[in-house]
């Protein structure tokens, strides 16, 4: 049996270091074995899946060093690997579970899941809904059939006795039935749930190990039975522990940068990044702290994940990165990472525009564009003297400008004006008042070049980490200060 393993993420936002994390050990996992890594993309969510952010994916798992051997930019013979591209095969899959008696196509309307969930809750029971709570009377069903009602495809699923999965890392799990519902295969517009085209694809693709993230763990007994149902051999599983803030939250962009794009733009090197992330819940034999991919692919040995939540930290990684600038990169290696970091016609050349109009000799290039060579501005509360707002205005000002910018769906000036404007209105403040103290945040100085252009210039991932910096600076936020901020940003 030749082993292949996968990755499948879902291009919905920026490239996460928990998608190169699990990348990284499929990888590993793959090579050791000498077999292949597929990447999939699963884009069946078509509102929040973009182009954009599939391109961001593949350009940072490439950038990491993660390549694949099969994938929907260098092909292969399992395509198309977009799951946007394979809906008729998952029609049809669909068609079979029918056929066969596994699924039943469901006509309840949202109004009536809730109520059924309702009834539920109220008789303190579990939330699943199992396929005899869905029937409709058969009358009703005929007539909702005959009129071309609206449906989904469901599963059928057990009632009642406990699901044992087998996982390389945690040997058995064991789910309850009675939690797991009659899980949508097919949803009314005809695109398939995660769970069918996972499914689908994963035997299509002749994966035979997935190793995953456990967040996925309650997935699995739906999976398994799906296996089942059509006959096919199952995947090994492997549920990875998940990457974990300090405080051993799950690893969260709001407690840490989390996209790759944050690391690549404060200057990281990808070997460093890797090599840290191959110390997430994974050591050496040697327990050395330095290896390289190679060297890790070697000795890989997924019996050496430790179950305990890996703890991401910022600075463990940075001593990392530092080592290996110092040891591994000579002057000539040094001066091509720059260069490929910022120091290319690329960046520079958006940035001369900003200080054109401002500069009077050369010498002043840098004084007016250090910013955009920097990481997060040496700023103190100081800084911030000449701003006439109150600490908790400013605050609650940088946090919800913060949280805005979470959601914009284009990193694109007009975008970041919009939002600008929109709080300048909330703060009822004019625009340049409005500006101040984000101009500190972001160029570290009150006198610098265009903010609005800086933060576009900058990416969505330095700017927000900017402003979480400033927030630091000012005293941070409470956890009670937070909720209150959160109540009134519901309220914008
Ligand atoms: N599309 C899923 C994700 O975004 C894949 C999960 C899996 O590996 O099965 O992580």
Not at 5 to 10: F, H, K, L, N
Not at 338 to 350: D, H, I, K, S, T
Not at 415 to 431: I, T
């Amino acid at each position: 049996m030749t082993v292949r393993t996968r990755i499948a993420p879902s291009p919905t936002g920026d490239p996460h270091v928990g998608t190169a994390y699990i990348a990284l050990f499929n990888l590993c996992f793959a090579r050791l074995h000498g077999g292949q890594f597929v990447l999939r993309i699963e884009d069946t969510d078509r509102q929040r899946s973009t182009a954009e952010s599939e391109n961001m994916i593949l350009d940072s798992l490439r950038w990491l060093g993660l390549d694949w051997d099969e994938g929907p930019d260098v092909g292969g013979p399992h395509g198309p690997y977009r799951q946007s591209e394979r809906g008729a095969i998952y029609a049809q899959h669909a068609e079979r579970l029918l056929e066969s008696g596994h699924a039943f196509k469901c006509y309840r309307t949202s109004e009536e899941l809730d109520a059924l969930r309702e009834e539920r809750r109220a008789a303190g029971l579990h939330l699943a809904l199992k396929p005899r709570d869905l029937a409709l009377d058969p009358d009703e069903q005929r007539k909702r059939e005959a009129g071309g009602y609206p449906y989904v495809i469901r599963m059928q699923v057990p009632s009642e006795g406990v699901c044992v999965v087998q996982d390389m890392l945690r040997g058995e799990i064991e789910v309850d039935w009675a939690q797991v519902d009659a899980q949508i295969l097919m949803k009314s517009d005809g695109m398939p749930t995660y769970h069918l085209a996972n499914v689908v694809d994963d035997h299509l693709m002749g994966i035979t190990h997935v190793l995953r993230g456990e967040e996925w763990i309650n997935s699995a007994p739906k999976h398994q039975l799906l296996y089942e149902y059509f006959g096919w051999p199952m995947p090994q599983l492997c549920h990875m522990p998940l990457l974990r803030n300090p405080d051993k939250s799950k690893l969260s962009k709001r407690k840490n940068p989390t996209s790759i794009n944050y690391y690549r733009r404060m200057g990281f090197l990808p070997q460093a990044v890797t090599n840290y992330l191959g110390r997430m819940g994974w050591s050496m034999p040697d327990e050395r702290e330095k290896f390289t991919l190679e060297e890790m692919m070697a000795h890989f040995d997924l019996q050496r994940v430790s179950l305990g939540g890996p703890v991401f930290e910022l600075d463990k990684l940075s001593w990392l990165n530092g080592v290996y600038i110092r040891e591994d990169l000579d002057d000539a290696a040094l001066l091509q990472a720059l260069r490929e970091w910022a120091f290319n016609e690329a960046y520079v050349g958006q940035i001369l525009p900003q200080i054109r109009p401002r500069i009077t000799t050369l010498s002043e290039a840098m004084p007016l564009a250090g910013h955009f060579f920097a990481g997060l501005p040496e700023i103190s509360e100081k800084s911030f003297d000449g701003v006439t707002l109150e600490r908790d205005t400013l605050v609650a000002l940088l946090q919800f400008l913060v949280w805005r910018l979470e959601t914009i769906p284009r990193w694109e000036k007009e975008e970041l004006l919009d939002q600008v404007k929109l709080l300048a209105g909330h703060f009822e403040l004019k625009m340049k008042a409005f500006l101040a103290p984000v101009f500190i945040a972001v160029t570290g100085s009150a006198h610098s070049t265009s903010v609005l252009d800086a933060m576009t210039i900058l990416g969505s991932d330095v700017t927000r980490a900017r402003l979480r910096h400033a927030i630091e600076v000012l005293g941070g936020v409470s956890k009670k200060q937070a909720k209150r901020l959160e109540k009134q940003y519901r309220e914008l």
